[in-house]
C-alpha cells in the first residue's frame, strides 16, 4: 500500500512539445504529491507539488494534474526544451509528517 | 529557500574500512531528516528516518548496524558506512523538510 506506480519508464520529445508523465498511488493517507527532477549526479531537485485539495496547479512551463477519486496524478510539461532532458520522480507522503516514497522514475529526452 | 548541503561529493574507500557523509541543513533547523541510497538509474530507496537526539529509524532491510547514522544537532545528521564493501557502493543522498523535502546534492562512494 505503500506503493508509488510510476509510467513511462522512458519518454523521447521533440522540442516545442508536451511530455505526460503519469503516476498512482495506493495509500488513501498520503496527501502531499510532489515532483522532482534529477540530473546525473545529483540530487533531486523539487519541480512543483499538489495537495489533494486541488485538481490541477501550475507552475510555468509545468503542471501537476490530480485526480483523487482514481488516485491518480501527472505531470504535464509544456513547450518541452533539450534543458528539461533528466529523470523526473513522482512522490507521495503524508504531509509534514513521514517519508516521501518515490515512483520509479521517467527518462525524458528532448530532442531538438 | 531551504539549503541542504551534503559532504562530501564523492568519496573513495578501499574495502573493510568506514566512510562519513555528512548532511547539514543551512538555514534552517530540522529535527528530521531522511537518508536514501540510489543505485544506477533507479529511484530513491529510503534507508533510515534520522530524528534529533535519538535513535534513528531503519526501513526493513537496511542493516543498522552496518549504516550508522548519528543526528546530534538541529542541523547536523551523519551517515557512517562501516566495514565498507564493493556492493556498497552507490549514490547516498539525504533530505530534510522545510516547506517541502529538500534534497542534498548526494554522495557518490566507490567501495574498491
Known amino acids: 500500500q505503500q506503493q508509488v506506480k510510476q509510467s513511462p519508464q522512458s519518454l523521447i520529445v521533440q522540442k516545442g512539445g508536451i511530455s505526460i508523465i503519469n503516476c498512482a498511488y495506493e495509500?488513501?493517507?498520503?496527501?502531499?504529491f510532489p515532483w522532482y527532477q534529477q540530473f546525473p549526479g545529483k540530487g533531486p531537485a523539487l519541480l512543483i507539488a499538489?495537495?489533494?485539495?486541488?485538481s490541477e496547479k501550475k507552475e510555468g512551463r509545468f503542471t501537476i494534474s490530480f485526480n483523487k477519486s482514481a488516485k491518480q496524478f501527472s505531470l504535464h510539461i509544456m513547450d518541452s526544451q533539450p534543458g528539461d532532458s533528466a529523470t523526473y520522480f513522482c512522490?507521495?507522503?503524508?504531509?509534514?509528517?513521514?517519508?516521501?516514497?518515490f515512483g520509479t522514475g521517467t527518462r525524458l529526452q528532448v530532442f531538438p | 529557500g531551504a539549503v541542504v548541503s551534503q559532504h562530501p561529493s564523492w568519496v573513495i574507500c578501499k574495502s573493510g574500512t568506514s566512510v562519513k557523509i555528512e548532511c547539514r541543513s543551512l538555514?534552517?533547523?530540522?529535527?528530521?531528516m531522511f537518508w536514501y541510497r540510489q543505485f544506477p538509474k533507479q529511484s530513491l530507496m529510503l534507508m533510515a528516518t534520522?530524528?534529533?537526539?535519538?535513535?534513528?529509524?531503519?526501513e526493513q532491510g537496511v542493516e543498522k548496524d552496518k549504516f550508522l547514522i548519528n543526528h546530534a544537532s538541529l542541523t547536523l545528521s551523519t551517515l557512517t558506512v562501516t566495514s565498507a564493501h564493493p556492493e556498497d557502493s552507490s549514490f547516498y543522498i539525504c533530505?530534510?523538510?522545510?516547506?517541502?523535502?529538500?534534497f542534498g546534492s548526494g554522495t557518490r562512494l566507490t567501495v574498491v
Open positions: 533530505s530534510a523538510w522545510k516547506h517541502g523535502y529538500t
Open positions: 495509500n488513501t493517507a498520503f496527501d502531499y
Open positions: 499538489i495537495r489533494p485539495d486541488v
Open positions: 512522490a507521495a507522503s503524508k504531509y509534514n509528517t513521514d517519508k516521501l516514497i
Open positions: 538555514d534552517f533547523q530540522a529535527t528530521t
Open positions: 534520522s530524528n534529533e537526539g535519538s535513535k534513528a529509524t531503519y
